[in-house]
C-alpha cells in the first residue's frame, strides 16, 4: 500500500469556522507534511512531524494548528481563516533514508475555500 | 534567482514528439526528484536522482551533479502525459526540506 489519503477532497468554510484536515498513510512511514499550493505555484512546506514530534514549522500563522496524534495520523486544524488562505493543501509522508535519498509520498489533497 | 530553476515554463507538443524538460540548481544536493501533478491536484514522484540515469516506461531522467543540471524525457509522448512537471531538490544543508522548481506545464495535443 503506496497511498497516502487525504479527507475530505474539497472544503468550503467562512472566516469564522472550525475545521479539520485529515491525512492517513498505513506505509510505516515516520515523516510527515503539509504543503500549502496556490494556484500555478509549486508546494510551499508548512510543517513536518517526524517519529509523532513537530519537527518544522515554516513560521506558519497560529490558525493553522497542526497534530499527529500517531505515527499514520496527521490532522491540520483551522480556525479563524482567511480568503487569502483558500489553496490546495497536500499531506505527504517519507520514510528515513541515508543521505536524505528518501521519496516522498503525497495525497490527493484538499481544495480549501475561505469565504 | 531561485535554488532551483526548470525550463520551458509551458511546453505544446504533438502526440509521438520526444520531450525533454530541464532543470537546473545552484546548491549542493543530496537528491533531485522529478514530480508530476495532473490537474485534479495530486502529486506522483516520477524519479528520485543522486547520480546518472534514470528509466521507467517512456520516462527517463538523467542528471549531472558537476554541471548542477537534470532532464526529464519523454519518449512517444501521449495526451495522457499532459500535466505539471515539478524538479525538487534537497539540499544537504536543508533537513527535510524540498526545494521545488516553478514546474512545467506540459500539453500534449492528439
Known amino acids: 500500500d503506496t497511498e497516502v489519503t487525504q479527507t475530505p477532497k474539497h472544503l468550503v468554510m467562512g472566516m469564522t469556522n472550525k475545521k479539520s484536515l485529515k491525512c492517513e498513510q498505513h506505509?510505516?512511514?515516520?515523516?510527515m507534511y503539509w504543503y500549502k499550493q496556490k494556484a500555478k505555484k509549486p508546494p510551499e512546506l508548512m510543517f513536518v512531524?517526524?517519529?509523532?514530534?513537530?519537527?518544522i514549522n515554516e513560521s506558519v500563522p497560529s490558525r493553522f494548528s497542526p497534530e499527529c496524534p500517531n505515527s499514520s495520523l496527521l490532522n491540520l486544524h483551522l480556525h479563524a481563516l482567511q480568503p487569502e488562505d483558500s489553496a490546495l493543501y497536500l499531506c505527504?509522508?517519507?520514510?528515513?533514508?541515508?543521505?536524505?535519498?528518501?521519496?516522498?509520498?503525497f495525497g490527493p489533497g484538499t481544495r480549501l475555500l475561505v469565504l | 534567482k531561485n535554488e532551483v530553476e526548470q525550463s520551458p515554463q509551458n511546453l505544446t507538443a504533438q502526440e509521438g514528439e520526444f520531450i525533454t524538460i530541464n532543470c537546473s540548481y545552484s546548491v549542493g544536493i543530496s537528491a533531485l526528484h522529478w514530480l508530476q501533478q495532473h490537474p485534479g491536484g495530486g502529486i506522483v514522484s516520477l524519479f528520485m536522482?543522486?547520480?546518472g540515469k534514470k528509466k521507467h516506461g517512456r520516462l527517463i531522467a538523467t542528471i549531472n551533479i558537476q554541471e548542477k543540471h537534470s532532464s526529464l524525457h519523454i519518449t512517444a509522448s501521449h495526451p495522457r502525459d499532459s500535466a505539471v512537471y515539478i524538479c525538487?531538490?534537497?539540499?544537504?544543508?536543508?533537513?527535510?526540506?524540498?526545494?521545488f522548481g516553478e514546474g512545467t506545464q506540459l500539453t500534449v495535443n492528439p
Open positions: 536522482l543522486s547520480s
Open positions: 512531524y517526524s517519529y509523532e514530534k513537530l519537527s
Open positions: 525538487a531538490v534537497r539540499s544537504r544543508t536543508s533537513g527535510s526540506r524540498l526545494t
Open positions: 506505509m510505516g512511514h515516520r515523516a
Open positions: 505527504a509522508s517519507s520514510q528515513e533514508a541515508p543521505g536524505g535519498k528518501e521519496t516522498q509520498y
